[in-house]
């Protein structure tokens, strides 16, 4: 029993290139729930993040375009943008290679994750690490899942490489904490961006922490992309996480629209280890 | 599939800034190593960043192409919005079923 | 139903690169195989061919493996080793990529297939179209599965990629032939090519024309490795093209070790479509 | 994670026929696009097929890289079979099992 928490967060990369833009009570509710997950993943001793995001066409083209990805390089390195928008200056980060192996092996016992032994992490992963492990302490395990480019394959895969992860880190000795970072409703660097549908991230928000299985795996892309644009289709992140920790029920740490990031920002808390398993 | 060939070339720039001071310096060399349309070359040249969202190309890949372009936000938005008043609804690919009248 | 044929053969380069220099009776019997099977998917109407094949570094890296991928090109191009060494000129081969965007869309339901944009095709695919559509007449979806680099998935998941893929060109209204080609016993490129196991490759052929689910799954990479070197990682392409003709016995068209050609040779037929379902 | 890159550039050669010319004509700038050991870049510039073999490259790789350095295919297998007289087993990757005593 290895997995110590799990949770998810937003990655705007607004959130640190146009930070202070935002309304200073917001800004500092959403700095305080990510500060709330990072001593939480400190506070039981992660020895290592899976972070489930989905990159923005930094590493993966449709010229060979992964459905499923884990990371097993040595170190990654990040971000790619440029350090001077995003405000975050780059960085190696550390991987574990061999933790990543496992992993993989487990993992496609059922779900056909493909391998990367370079990385290059772009705001999807960045900001997350920029607020979750700011010195870079931790090591990562970086794992993606497109939601880009069609085809882009069902939700309901999604669900099973959540519970393949779940599986995974269960069977690794190292504590691990399991972060899905993804979008809510936007519609990124469109004419259209800006834009947020509030009521449809507040009830999928509700189906993640209740963990309503059927009710999530019933968002099909054309509603999705419909009421949440296309930078809702990484709603496939969050899914995989709450397949992961089904069991208990999430709790909301933060959760508001905040426009100049573009999205409703949200850091949600899925899964706690129950008191009777700390060691 | 030529649209592929644009968003091809717009990731390659995007990762690499070697690559980007090429394109920079020489565009016609690069354009070569790319199966491309006349009207691509044109408007990857000019750049008419309307027309790019117009023809397809996904705003992840033709925001970074605008800003290494000279745009700032406000700028590239509004290309988008002209481009769709110029030439009309995005022809292909994800943004074929948006609106484009924007948000904000 | 769609499916009106499927078969495995052999893709060794040395059947055109060193083509002559084999026992020329048992070449004669090898080419009249490939002929047989050609006659057969053009006699069945094929309109498209599925090759599930396993591609030797053209295409992909571990910078970025694909464990399952699928071709969604407008065309292909190969071969892409040196033309004059492989003795089988560079073309353009025809695709369609509307039929390829249904299967994986399909596909995707069960199995986490990649897809490919482009695609240069290698001897393992070159090889094989030589013999089996010399003209180039018949459209391509390229099928590829990670057999050279570790990690690798298991083989109860290319018995799953089998099961779609089945389902999926069962779905289309296309007459589409299915072929697997891939590696018995070989130790390509390496001091001990040329080595053959050949009651290894027997036994094999005996499993799949006989469609043994239990005993093909139950070949692990250490045991192969061993008992038919690092090229016998290919029968996860095989076992593919098994698992999507389970309901019919195979028939073997020809199997003779060639040592020449480095390996056993083999044309499997392994699902012709029964007598009631031709159009 | 060295051999890594060894054997990325292996795949880049092979690939693409623009890349190669450039190698031969100056493998030092080549070689230092990719993080390599000395041991790596000299077995690579004399070459030295028989080490790069034990190293654990791929021999779908290597092989290709013998061709374009003017081995044919004896001389290539005799360059991997010194080179584990001269070496000892391979280290790391498939062939690490392999006894690579040959079979003709
Ligand atoms: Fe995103
Ligand atoms: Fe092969």
Same mark, same amino acid.
């Given at each position: 029993m290895s997995l110590v928490y799990a949770g998810t967060c937003c990655h705007s990369p607004a959130i640190?290139? %146009? $930070? *202070?833009m935002a309304d200073p009570q917001l800004r500092r509710q959403l700095l305080e729930a990510f500060d709330r997950q990072r001593r939480t993943? *400190? $506070?039981?001793g992660a020895e290592a993040i899976v972070m489930v995001s989905s990159e923005h066409f930094a590493n993966f083209f449709m010229d060979n375009m992964p459905t499923f990805s884990i990371g097993i390089a040595d170190e990654y390195y990040g971000p790619i943008e440029d350090p001077n928008w995003l405000k975050i200056p780059r960085t190696t980060i550390p991987a574990n290679p061999d933790l990543s192996l496992r992993l993989i092996n487990q993992v496609m016992?059922? #779900?056909? #994750?493909?391998?990367?032994? *370079?990385?290059?992490?772009?705001h999807g992963m960045s900001v997350p690490l920029h607020f979750l492990t700011p010195q870079y302490k931790i090591p990562i395990i970086p794992v993606n899942i497109n939601c880009q480019s069609k085809p882009m394959s069902p939700l309901h895969r999604s669900w099973a490489l959540g519970l393949a992860l779940r599986e995974a880190i269960n069977s690794a000795p190292e504590k691990i904490a399991l972060i899905g970072t993804g979008g809510t409703s936007h519609w990124p660097c469109t004419p259209d961006s800006g834009k947020i549908n509030e009521a449809w991230d507040r009830t999928l928000i509700d189906h993640l922490i209740n963990k309503r299985k059927d009710a999530l795996?019933?968002?099909?892309? *054309?509603d999705t992309y419909r009421e949440g644009g296309g930078g809702a289709f990484e709603? %496939?992140?969050s899914v995989c996480i709450a397949a992961a920790t089904e069991e208990q029920t999430g709790e909301v740490w933060f959760c508001e629209p905040i426009p100049i990031y573009a999205t409703t920002c949200s850091i949600l808390s899925l899964y706690q280890q129950p008191l009777d398993l700390l060691t | 599939m030529s649209l592929y060939y644009v968003q091809k070339l717009l990731y390659h720039l995007?990762? =690499?800034?070697?690559?980007q001071q090429h394109f920079f310096e020489d565009r016609d060399t690069v354009f070569g190593h790319y199966t491309l349309t +006349? +009207?691509?070359? =044109?408007?990857?040249r000019k750049p008419d960043i309307g027309l790019l969202y117009v023809m397809g190309v996904n705003a992840q890949l033709l925001m970074h192409y605008a800003t290494m372009s000279g745009y700032d936000w406000p700028q590239y938005i509004q290309a988008m919005r002209d481009g769709i008043d110029q030439y009309g609804p995005v022809r292909e690919g994800l943004y074929a079923m948006q609106d484009g009248k924007g948000a904000i």
């Open positions: 640190t290139s %146009r $930070g *202070e993943i *400190e $506070g039981a016992q059922s #779900v056909d #994750v493909c391998f990367a032994q *370079e990385w290059k992490f772009d795996l019933a968002y099909t892309d *054309e709603i %496939r992140t | 995007n990762r =690499d800034p070697v690559q +006349e +009207e691509e070359v =044109d408007a990857l």
